[in-house]
């Protein structure tokens, strides 16, 4: 079992490897047949030509990433513990365990606590290549942690408090325990318009529109790749 989730890791490293190569323009179909090679895979995504359809990835690029995600973890789905395991590679001098655990959920769109190749690959479409307003909304659903289409104190200052956990001492060395809330009284003053304790998707997406340096911080997961 071991053996298993370790190889699992590895293969979503892998795929972070390709994602961050797709990013740069550099992903490129490599001397194996990718069409005999889904072909011989037990469980082919759903696909891919509608995979194509929903997504902004071309046939090719599903295909490379969808190897990578398969092969190397064959139950072909990712779950927490694993994705908490991978994600905190990238914030060594920080606890990243809080962040993972929300931006996980985000893809979990079935709750059902896993996350499947279709899962992934349609999130990771918006972060990378979607417009501005599927990000922002793919964002907004990311800080609405009860999923009732409201964004509340409560839920902002977790996400806050979460990110800043990630990032570690050694980015923040002068951090103070009521820095997080000062951010969300910030953005709170900002979003919400009508003042009446949550923030809306609209109130969200065009607080951001109107503030760059806001954006920026709502969209952290999107600098990792």
Not at 23 to 49: A, F, I, Y
Request: glycine residues 6%; proline residues 2%.
């Amino acid at each position: 079992m071991a053996g298993c989730a370790s190889r699992c890791r590895q293969g979503v490293l892998k795929l972070i490897q390709s994602l961050q190569r797709l990013v740069s323009g550099t992903l490129t179909k490599d001397k194996t047949d990718d069409e005999l090679e889904m072909t011989m895979v037990c469980h082919r995504p759903e696909g891919l030509e509608q995979l194509e359809a929903q997504t902004n990835f071309t046939k090719q690029e599903l295909q490379i990433l969808y190897r990578g995600f398969k092969n190397e973890c064959p139950s072909g789905v990712v779950n927490e513990e694993t994705f908490k395991h991978i994600y905190a590679q990238f914030f060594p001098h920080g606890d990243a365990s809080m962040y993972a655990h929300y931006l996980f959920n985000a893809f979990d769109t079935t709750n059902n606590g896993s996350i499947k190749f279709k899962d992934f690959v349609m999130g990771l479409s918006i972060l990378l290549r979607g417009t501005l307003r599927e990000k922002l909304e793919w964002t907004f659903h990311l800080y609405d942690i009860n999923r009732d289409g409201y964004i509340n104190r409560e839920e902002m200052t977790e996400i806050v408090r979460a990110i800043y956990d990630m990032m570690g001492k050694y980015t923040y060395p002068a951090l103070k325990g009521d820095v997080p809330q000062q951010h969300v009284d910030a953005f709170f003053q900002k979003m919400d318009k009508n003042k009446d304790g949550v923030v809306t998707l609209e109130e969200f997406v065009i607080a951001c529109q109107e503030d760059e340096t806001m954006m920026r911080s709502m969209q952290l997961f999107e600098n990792v790749m």
